[in-house]
């Protein structure tokens, strides 16, 4: 009988690490969830606090914003205050920071709460990724990555439906409010299982930093506020992209030739590491922005309530959770990148399925295509994030999850941009295209308004077709563009290489918990 391969041990030792994954995955959840959970509820806000359509879309601009800044920050706190305090803090930061959104009196207070929940939250995800691989020995790591992508994919898979019904069954405070008791749960769980880890001392770059914060945070302004000033056309989108190129050239510029960088650039040297951030940015650009566009095509075209949105949704939120428990297995055994393949055709076939949608259809292709894009995510995500950290040293552990959230949350930004300003755009074309159709001598035409007694009696409800049909051939092509930008996506994973001799813990790091 073969005997088992011995396994390595990891960087960090603890006694409970059960309990200690169910600790963070819930802190992760929470996060994750209120990334999606409060846009449903923006109408409901608005009245409310007595905002503009423009003023209330501030409640996100600047939780997104804020996130993006602090992101790449995690790394350096987490040295200098030690990984156990920045992520109890984080906790801490993030429940009350919901706690003063669900009881924000106007405006200004809601968005300074939200610049706070973003700054907090955005260190979650990074140092839980960080310490999920810390505290797993290398050759289980897919195993850990599979739980832990469990987590990311909940959220946005169930959180617009979560916030619909707090919101219709409560009131728009409720999204913010239930965070409350899942902070203090995972605060209490983590105070009692989260590992010290080891400070380093180093100096703060401040100029490193404002040079990405500067760029990072204009590039979220371009895309949020892209399609409201229309793009190009707006001298304000001309500054924001002026200062983002800037801010990025004198940023690597500068870590290039400083002698303590605020991010050392030496970790993209890696060649897994780097080809898997460019896999992550485009696996956000279509995951998150078909998951924008499904709740108001089967909402405000299809006619399904929001409930019974969250249910057809629902198929993709399973496939994942299943595919990701297979894949943590096979991943071990298995070519990671023939993983990754599969789930990115998968990924695509599900596209092309979504591209025959019509609005006049039974459910099941919405539930099967919905299912088979959640299985690819799950081939996706888990081998990605094995290859993407197998070969990093682990002294770079923080920041490397803080730049691979970080480019992830960036290809969202990027993908939900693009889908909606292709979908305004395509409305009209598809409106005119349709409408230079309808002339006075085609014969069906003619017939119905004449049972209808004439032209000018259903001008009206021809028009409103027409706008159903163009707004639903928009949602389409979007469908046909984030197909393509999938398979495009191929050639990019045989850059990956199997690592044969992933990297070994840091000795001088290796931790044994109390």
Not at 70 to 88: K, V
Not at 229 to 240: A, L, N, T
Request: with cysteine; aromatic share 10%.
């Amino acid at each position: 009988m073969a005997e088992q391969a011995p396994v390595s041990a990891p960087t960090v030792t603890v006694k409970n690490k059960g309990l200690l994954t169910a600790a963070i995955m819930v802190a992760v959840v929470m996060q994750v969830l209120d990334t999606t959970i409060a846009n449903v509820a923006l109408p409901h806000m608005r009245a409310s606090l007595g905002a503009s359509q423009d003023e209330i879309n501030w409640v996100l601009t600047s939780y997104i914003v804020a996130a993006a800044i602090a992101t790449p920050l995690t790394g350096w706190f987490s040295d200098r205050i030690g990984r156990r305090r920045l992520l109890l803090g984080a906790v801490v930061g993030f429940t009350a920071a919901s706690l003063l959104c669900g009881v924000a009196a106007n405006l200004s207070q809601m968005v300074l709460f939200r610049v706070v929940q973003g700054i907090c939250g955005a260190m979650l995800v990074p140092l839980a990724q960080a310490t999920m691989m810390d505290i797993n020995p290398r050759e289980r790591l897919g195993q850990a990555m599979a739980i832990f992508g469990a987590g990311i994919m909940f959220g946005p898979i169930i959180g617009p439906t979560l916030g619909g019904w707090l919101t219709e069954t409560f009131n728009w405070r409720a999204v913010f409010l239930v965070n409350l008791p899942v902070g203090i749960v995972a605060f209490v769980m983590l105070f009692a299982l989260m590992p010290d880890t080891i400070i380093k001392i180093r100096k703060f770059d401040f100029f490193g930093f404002g040079m990405l914060a500067l760029a990072v945070a204009s590039l979220q302004m371009l895309l949020d506020r892209g399609q409201g000033v229309g793009w190009f056309d707006s001298p304000e989108i001309w500054i924001y992209l002026m200062l983002t190129l800037s801010g990025i050239w004198v940023f690597v510029v500068h870590s290039l030739t400083s002698a303590n960088p605020f991010i050392d650039i030496a970790m993209f040297k890696d060649r897994n590491f780097t080809t898997g951030l460019v896999l992550i940015f485009t696996t956000g650009i279509t995951l998150f922005s078909g998951l924008a566009l499904l709740p108001p095509m089967l909402q405000n075209l299809m006619g399904f309530p929001v409930v019974e949105t969250g249910i057809l949704m629902g198929p993709r939120g399973i496939g994942t959770m299943v595919s990701m428990i297979i894949v943590g297995r096979l991943v071990a055994k298995y070519d990671p990148r023939i993983l990754i393949v599969g789930g990115t055709l998968l990924m695509g076939y599900s596209l092309y399925m979504m591209t025959q949608f019509d609005i006049v259809m039974s459910t099941g292709p919405i539930l099967l295509s919905g299912f088979l894009q959640g299985v690819g995510m799950g081939f996706v995500f888990v081998p990605l994030n094995s290859l993407a950290f197998a070969t990093i040293a682990s002294k770079y552990r923080v920041e490397a999850t803080s730049m691979f959230s970080l480019v992830r949350n960036v290809g969202q930004g990027v993908g939900i941009s693009l889908v909606t300003t292709v979908l305004a755009q395509m409305q009209v074309v598809n409106y005119g295209e349709l409408a230079s159709r309808l002339t006075v001598d085609s014969g069906p035409l003619r017939d119905f308004a004449a049972a209808n007694g004439g032209f000018a009696n259903v001008a009206s409800t021809l028009s409103g077709l027409v706008t159903q049909q163009a707004a639903m051939l928009a949602f389409l092509d979007d469908f046909h563009l984030m197909m393509i930008i999938t398979f495009l996506s191929l050639p990019i994973v045989f850059l990956l290489r199997r690592p044969k001799n992933q990297a070994k813990p840091d000795p001088a790091e290796h931790v044994m918990a109390d």
